[in-house]
Each structure stands twice: as structure tokens, then as C-alpha cells.
């Protein structure tokens, strides 16, 4: 929460009100509001704006986040794998269920594994973790190129789920511990960015190349993002909480080392040591208060009161329109689901297609989710994907009864589709787990719900032939997901509260009380910025004493 605040001060104020906020309570006695405009101090006033300052950071970022790559790779690789088997001459055969495994069992074995991650780089490091997340990736490709039936390529597939858990949290954790907070957003960018650009190189190299020649070549965006990671410098953080206090330092020095405080004995690097010190002595103490707080016991109550079962209730019906709406199935699928729907645009050509605009609306996103209400935004994705969704169906019926020429309308559907998924349905859900449970059981409530995730999207997965056989075709499937689509829109509308700019506090209030948003009474719920402007006043009004109520 501290961190929270600390990140909006740095956006909300500007340097010389940052100054005067530490010359106005220099004298204060109360050691939260000085360690906060320390920090924000720190962190603005002498952080440069020019790109060698955070040339280190955005190095690092963007190695530390490499195994991304990889991650896109393996998502869309069953989709060149699962249609090159389908063709004549393929020495081996696999039979619709075994293409569901092929494709859902990377998604299985990513809520346990995602647990032994964090055992690895809480213990043994953020960069170190993804170190060996190279040894199971590549065992599991090398024993795709090599395979010579379907359950081999299966538990080839499995490994590499393993190593994607294992290779990409300690990423995004790494990114989030270095990253200055005027740049932190757009850093974790990198990684969704990543994966779309491995989505694409895949698609890519399964039209030139024969499936397990692109096996072989995926051990290289294995090894690589493992190299790499010898270069740059562990997380300070974590070298801090693990009382390697010297290399914590050369870690600080190398990610700071073209910044110099004007005027200043000390280095940015020496001043950035001593607040993260501040803040893992604070952490510490606060795990010794709360170790009562970690039993079974505890946790269910925590979950039986209405700030925790309605955020899971609801979170988890999002779950289930996210992935019924056919997003992930159309990731997995793409080349199959393309060649059902009778398009005259080549499969693997119209998967890149969809990947490039996946890439691009991706980073386009970032400027779309900080400036526009996220609940709007389910909505309007939504039913935008639901009229896309509706307009395939209806052209791949009329492609299917011959009575249309017009065979790139599913295609250009299916773009307009992915657009209208980038800016709602897709990231909105994940990001609203950090944000709806109350703090005492966010992490647990994060783990389940995102256990619940993995298992919604391997039943979506595993459930696509038989939903297109149940449904009777490709036509009607996409008149499914439209429905879902209609549904998710019609189900955020009524059930998802707003929580754009709103503080974590108020956001758990409000579950006190509610569940339909609906008819809420829409009172204006004030920002993590306004709150601390008016903490500023009236810490001004009070001679610099600090509300207890704040």
C-alpha cells in the first residue's frame, strides 16, 4: 500500500511541490509522512528525464523479460502443431482429443507451477529462477523435435509449461522491484509485447517450417533469455531482504549509475539503498505482527465475509465469459479455427495478421487502460467482440452454402474481434485480481483466483472440438461466443464495480455492502491522489500533525 501511495505522489505532484512538501514538514514527527516524501523525493527530483539515466533500467527490463518470448511461442505453437499433424503425409496422427491435450495441458500445469516459482526466486533469486526455468523448456523442446508419437509431444508440452511459469513471474517481479515508478507501467508493457511478438514469430516460421525444425529453433528463445540474464545485476530488493547489503549496492550502482543527485554527497544509487533498507526492515516487521494472521482458520473466515467471497464470486463468472468468449481458444486454435471458417486468406497468413495486430494493440493498450474507466471498457469490448463474432458466423455460413464471394469477411472479422478483446475483456480481468480482494488476503485471494483462471481456460480449451461438434459447426461455435461475448457485457454491467483511480480501502468498503453495481448509489469514491493532497492540507492547517483518520 505504502508503494501504491509512494507510485501516485510521484505522478500526482510535480518536483516543486515535493520540495515544499519536505521543507514544510522537515520538522515533523511522524516517521510515515517523512519517509514518504523522502521517497518521493528520491524518486522525482533527482531522476533524470533523459534516456541515459534510465538506459540500465530499460535494459534490464527488457532482457529480465525476455522469457516472454518463449511464453507467446508456446502458446501459439499448438496451433502450427495441431494442423500440421492434420495433413496427409504427417507420419503421425492425432485424434481430437489428443490436439485438445496438445493444446490445454501447457495451461494445467501452470497454477502449481507458478507456486514452485515463487519458492525458487524468493529463495534463490529473481534472475537466478529464471535460470533454470531454461532446464524443463528445454527438455520439453527437444523432446517435441524428437518425438515420434502424441504422448511424447505431450509431456514435451507439459515441461514447457513449467519452464513459461517458471521464466516469466520472477520477469515482471524483477521489472517491478527496479523500475523507477514513472516508468514501471510501461515497463511490465514489455511483457505482454513479448508474447505477441513470439505469437507472431511462430506463426511465422510454421508456414516455412515443418514442425519440429521450429521445435529445435525454440530452444534458441530458451537459452538466450537464460544467457542473458548473467549480464545484468539481481534485484536490489531481493539482495537487500536476503542481507547481501554489497551486492545490493553494485546492483543499485549499475541500474543508477548515470544519475547524480545535483549538489549531493551522496549517489541516487546510495539513496535509493537507504529507503529500499527502510522499506524491508518495515516489511519485516509487519510479517512478525501478521504471522498470526497465516493459519487456515484465519483465511476462511477472511473468505466467508462478504470483501472476500464476492470478489471471487465475481471475478470468476468474469473468468468464465473471458475465456467462453472463445479469446484463448482463437490463440490456440488459429490456424485450424481460420481453415473452418472457410476464409480464402491462407491460415498461417491470417494468424500473423491477427498476431501483428495483437503486438500492436497491445502497447496501444497501456495508453488506453490509464486514461478510460475499466468497467466501460468490458462493456464496449464486449459487445464490440460479440457483433464481430456474430458477423463471422453469419459470413462463414454463407461461405459454407456457397452463396457469397466475399471469403475474407471472417477474417477481418476475427482482426476486429482481437482489437476489441486488447483494451477489455483480455487484460481488464487479470488486472482486477490485485485490486478487489482486501489486503489481508490478497495474495492467497490472487493465487485462487488465478487457479480458477488456468482452470476455466483449460476446460474452454479442451471443450472446442467438442463444443463445435455439440453446436453443429464452425458457424454456429462463433454464434456461441458471440452470446458469451453478449453475456460478459451484460454481466460486467450489472455486477463489476468501477474501480479506476479508486483507493484499494474504498474499493474493499464497498463489498461491505454491495454485490449488484447496478442501481449502486455512484458516490464519488476519492483517488489514492486526492487523498493524499488532502492529507497535505490538513497536515498544513495542523501544523504538519498528521490525521489519525488519514
Given amino acids: 500500500m505504502v508503494n501504491l501511495v509512494t507510485d501516485l505522489l510521484v505522478v500526482g505532484y510535480p518536483d516543486n ?9 522537515k520538522d515533523t514527527k511522524d516517521e510515515g509522512l517523512r519517509v514518504m516524501i523522502a521517497s518521493c523525493h528520491s524518486l522525482s527530483k533527482y531522476e533524470g528525464k533523459s534516456l541515459k539515466n534510465v538506459l540500465p533500467q530499460i535494459l534490464a527490463s527488457l532482457l529480465a523479460a525476455s522469457f516472454h518470448i518463449g511464453n507467446g511461442i508456446s502458446l501459439a505453437y499448438s496451433a502450427v502443431l495441431i494442423s500440421q499433424l492434420a495433413e496427409p503425409d504427417s507420419p503421425i496422427k492425432s485424434t481430437k ?21 515463487g519458492i525458487i526466486m524468493d529463495n534463490l533469486g529473481r534472475l537466478n529462477c529464471i535460470k533454470i526455468a531454461g532446464i524443463p523448456g528445454v527438455v ?12 511424447t509431444i505431450i509431456i514435451g508440452r507439459l515441461l514447457v509449461g513449467i519452464s513459461s511459469a517458471w521464466g516469466t513471474s520472477p520477469g515482471i517481479v524483477y521489472i517491478t522491484e527496479i523500475a523507477s515508478s514513472n516508468l514501471r507501467m510501461s515497463l511490465m508493457a514489455i511483457a505482454p509485447a513479448y508474447v505477441s511478438l513470439g505469437m507472431v514469430l511462430t506463426y511465422l516460421g510454421g508456414w516455412y517450417l515443418h514442425w519440429r525444425t521450429l521445435a529445435w529453433v525454440c530452444n534458441v528463445f530458451i537459452i538466450v533469455p537464460c544467457l542473458v540474464c548473467i549480464i545484468i545485476h539481481e534485484s536490489p530488493s531481493w539482495l537487500i531482504l536476503k542481507g547481501k547489503y554489497e551486492q545490493a549496492k553494485k546492483s543499485l550502482e549499475w ?12 549517489t541516487f544509487a546510495d539513496l535509493q539503498y537507504k529507503i529500499l533498507h527502510e522499506e524491508q526492515q518495515k516489511k519485516k516487521e509487519e510479517q512478525e505482527k501478521q ?38 481458444i482463437t490463440m490456440f486454435y488459429s ?17 500473423i495478421l491477427i498476431g501483428v495486430v495483437r503486438l500492436i494493440m497491445s502497447m496501444m493498450s497501456i495508453y488506453i487502460l490509464k486514461r478510460f474507466h475499466r468497467r466501460s471498457l468490458i462493456f464496449i469490448s464486449s459487445g464490440l467482440m460479440a457483433l464481430s463474432m456474430f458477423i463471422a458466423g453469419l459470413w462463414t455460413m454463407w461461405i459454407q452454402e456457397g452463396t457469397t464471394n466475399l471469403k475474407w469477411i471472417p477474417v477481418a472479422a476475427l482482426l476486429f474481434y482481437v482489437v476489441a478483446s486488447t483494451v477489455g475483456l483480455l487484460p481488464i480481468p487479470n ?5 478487489l480482494f482486501p489486503l489481508e488476503i490478497r495474495g492467497i485471494g490472487y493465487s485462487i483466483s488465478y487457479s480458477l483462471c488456468c482452470i476455466l481456460m483449460f476446460i474452454a480449451l479442451q471443450s472446442y472440438y467438442g463444443m463445435s461438434d455439440f453446436f453443429g459447426g464452425a458457424s454456429n461455435l462463433q454464434w ?3 452470446i458469451v461475448c453478449l453475456g460478459g457485457a451484460v454481466y460486467s454491467y450489472i455486477f463489476l464495480p468501477e474501480t479506476f483511480g479508486m483507493k484499494l480501502a474504498d474499493i474493499t468498503d464497498y463489498f461491505k455492502t454491495q454485490f449488484v453495481y447496478i442501481g449502486h448509489s455512484h458516490k464519488k469514491m476519492g483517488t489514492e491522489s486526492e487523498a493524499q493532497e488532502k492529507m497535505l492540507k490538513d497536515s498544513a492547517n495542523n501544523n504538519g500533525k498528521i490525521p489519525q483518520t488519514v
Wanted: a neutral charge; glycine letters at 6%; hydrophobic letters at 45%.
Fill in 17 to 25: 511541490s515535493i520540495d515544499a512538501a519536505e521543507e514544510k514538514f
Fill in 97 to 117: 482429443t489428443q490436439n485438445s491435450w496438445m493444446a490445454s495441458v501447457l495451461i494445467v500445469v501452470i497454477p502449481p507451477a507458478s507456486i514452485f516459482s
Fill in 140 to 151: 520439453g523442446w527437444s523432446m517435441i523435435a524428437l518425438a515420434n508419437n502424441v504422448t
Fill in 255 to 266: 541500474i543508477h549509475k548515470y544519475q547524480k543527485p545535483p549538489g549531493e554527497q551522496e
Fill in 291 to 328: 504471522k498470526n494472521q497465516k493459519g487456515v482458520k484465519f483465511i476462511i473466515q477472511e473468505f466467508l465475509k462478504p470483501t472476500g467471497w464476492k470478489p471471487l464470486v465475481i471475478l470468476t463468472g468474469l473468468f468464465f465469459f473471458q475465456h467462453f468468449s472463445g479469446i484463448y
Fill in 335 to 351: 490456424i485450424s479455427f481460420i481453415q473452418e471458417a472457410g476464409s480464402s486468406i491462407n491460415g498461417y497468413l491470417a494468424s
Fill in 431 to 435: 488486472m482486477l485480481i490485485a485490486e
Fill in 480 to 482: 456461441f461466443f458471440a
